[in-house]
């Protein structure tokens, strides 16, 4: 009788503890979920400022007189990711990996690119590098 309580207390211990490995899969698999949806709303934040920022700069451009000359600088990755710069005929388009952000802006002569970008307004045309 002694050796079927501990053969029964052994079974017991060995259930409880597959079911708390389970358990604890379960909430690792949902953890790392959440994670990659959290970096995947990171990319694309990143993306949606540096789209602003640059949609912000030629604004400024095709607002003020002519004459306006400005420096502005584009990092060359975004938390440290690779990502492109698009420049279509009414728009810019920053992606990364698993995110994307277009804006609209007015026409440009040039294209933004990364490092420094110099922009001018000269006769109301506005002028990119």
Known sequence: MVKHIKAQLAMEFVLLLSISFFVLL??????????????????????????????????????????????????EKLDNKDYTITKTKDGITIALKNSEFT???????????????TIKNIGGVIYLN
């Open 26 to 75: 379960v909430f690792l698999k949902a953890t790392e979920d959440k994670v990659d949806d959290l970096n995947d709303e990171k990319e694309f934040v990143l993306a949606k400022d540096l789209a602003y920022k640059i949609q912000h700069e030629i604004n400024i451009a095709a607002q003020v007189k002519s004459g306006y000359n400005r420096t502005f600088f584009i990092p």
């Open 103 to 117: 804006v609209r802006i007015p026409e440009i002569n040039g294209t933004v690119v990364k490092g420094n970008n």
